[in-house]
């Protein structure tokens, strides 16, 4: 009875909570952002709110309030017990509110568009052609980057394509669809969540559903802006799902995401090393690594055009530089009268090392706890956000993000980091849109954005490591405390 209670008063609390998220995102986003009534190329949150402060404003309170409402939703989880019910309706609700709305804050969604037109409609490689090579691409005028080819992976190409297919070519209905692509597996990444947590300890997974769910950064750049972060997520959350008792198949999996966007590849180290930790023998595990492998080869050859495939990425990892701590240090490289080119490879002797070693020892971190294959997991895109990409949107936290939610409870530290980084992530379109005119230079416009962005995930995330390597070296510690506190008891 005084448990029904309780979760009586956690439900009605977290859905209070939740009905004024949701109406703050259908006034201030559904309603003056809506695509049937924006239904011109280019548009843009900044260019539509025009003057500076009135627009900076309603961008504070559009994300700014729900991420309040979104932490306090964290502290009835952590006081009450909570209906699944309520923390699963609630992204389904705030998915049907944002789905109608123009992607204001990034225009990629159309890009996919414009590739899969290059792809369904022309039969060419959108690896190694651009889409404005076709003059008659209905995309053009309303996508970004249409002079180089995708440096997607041929998974997303071939959803792209079926995609424009379905959409018929007119690009506002190829984003619905894109919209309802990524939203379902938003929802089912969810749902995947709960399940993880739920096997990873029983009676989290509540915690772990809301963690994703009701998360604005994902909720924005999923269904608001039709990003295919949660696509990728989503392979990988069911390459975790999968790792419990299917390892081949969690490996497919992560092969797959790797096809979608590359940055999933860094994982499947990750998934070996606890593979080997657990018990499996290395000639099974490299059989299994050989299969993934050969099956994501038969997904890639249809589009395989030679090294030249891989030339889209390769010139995105080199050359774009953009709102990242690598950035920040490039431009200090300029202010301190360093050329360009050798600012930036100064910066890549540093980064991309300490990215290598940081790497290796997350790998050392690996046990035959599936938990620890997670927090490494996390660890590892974390790291690549901070060190080993130079090109920084804030849609990328998606990745971390979604692996925290499953450790939340084991890792309170390092789903903290997350959610966090999450948090502060998506003002960075502030930054890009707004604050750039009165910071005055590139280089004090990135340098507010670290310290605003990137170094507070990072102080929790090495204070909370630092904690938690310190209580592993004193194993004695806990139980010791355990019997101590049951001795003044008793």
């Known amino acids: 009875m005084i448990r029904q209670l309780h979760v009586r008063i956690g439900s009605a609390a977290l859905i209070a909570l939740g009905s004024i998220a949701l109406a703050i995102y259908v006034v201030m986003a559904t309603v003056p952002f809506s695509m049937l009534t924006r239904n011109e190329p280019l548009l843009s949150f900044a260019g539509i709110t025009r003057e500076m402060w009135p627009g900076v404003r309603q961008y ?14 964290f502290a009835v989880l952590w006081r009450w017990p909570v209906s699944p019910a309520v923390v699963f309706a609630f992204p389904v609700l705030f998915s049907a509110a944002l789905f109608f709305v123009y992607p ?14 290059t792809l369904v409609q022309h039969g060419a490689n959108p690896l190694v052609v651009p889409p ?3 003059a008659d691409n209905p995309f053009l005028p309303w996508a970004p980057y249409i002079g180089a080819p995708t440096s997607y992976g041929p998974v997303w190409m071939y959803v792209s394509a079926i995609a424009v297919w379905l959409g018929n070519g007119h690009p506002l209905g190829t984003v619905l669809i894109f919209k309802l692509i990524v939203a379902a597996a938003f929802l089912a990444g969810t749902v995947l969540c709960y399940r993880i947590a739920e096997r990873l300890e029983p009676g989290t997974g509540v915690l772990a559903a809301y963690t994703l769910g009701w998360n604005p950064l994902v909720l924005w750049a999923t269904v608001g802006d039709g990003h295919n972060d949660m696509a990728m997520a989503l392979l990988i959350l069911f390459g975790c799902l999968c790792l419990f008792r299917r390892p081949l198949v969690a490996l497919l999996s992560l092969v797959i995401a790797g096809l979608l966007k590359f ?4 994982l499947l180290p990750v998934f070996a090393v606890h593979l080997l930790r657990r018990g499996c023998s290395p000639l099974r595990v490299t059989l299994w690594l050989a299969i993934a492998a050969g099956c994501g080869w038969l997904v890639l050859w249809p ?3 030679g090294p030249a495939t891989l030339t889209a990425i390769s010139a995105q990892l080199q050359h774009t530089i953009s709102m990242s701590p690598a950035a920040t240090l490039i431009l200090w490289g300029e202010a301190w009268g360093y050329p360009r080119e050798a600012a930036e490879q100064a910066t890549r ?5 300490l990215f290598a070693v940081t790497y290796l020892a997350i790998l050392l971190t690996v046990d035959k706890r599936i938990e620890s294959a997670l927090a490494a997991s996390f660890g590892v895109l974390f790291a690549v956000l901070m060190m080993a990409s130079f090109w ?15 450790v939340i409870r084991k890792y309170r530290w390092l789903a903290a980091a997350g959610i966090l980084f999450s948090g502060l992530g998506i003002f960075v379109y502030l930054f890009t849109d707004y604050l750039w005119a009165l910071l005055g230079t590139r280089r004090r416009l990135h340098d507010r954005l670290m310290l605003t962005v990137f170094l507070p995930p990072l102080l929790v995330l090495a204070a909370g490591a630092l904690a938690y390597l310190t209580r592993r070296a004193r194993p004695g510690a806990p139980r010791q405390y355990a019997e101590a506190k049951s001795a003044a008891l008793s």
């Open 392 to 406: 920084f949107r804030f849609w990328y936290i998606v990745w971390p993000l979604a692996i925290a939610a499953l």
């Open 349 to 353: 002797y540093l980064l991309l090392p």
């Open 263 to 266: 940055a999933a590849f860094l």
């Open 303 to 305: 589009l395989w055009s």
């Open 60 to 73: 504070l309170l559009t994300f700014g309030a729900p991420f309040l409402l979104y932490a306090g939703g």
């Open 132 to 134: 404005s090579s076709f």
């Open 104 to 117: 204001v804050t990034a225009l990629d969604v159309f890009l996919y568009g414009a590739q899969g037109w």
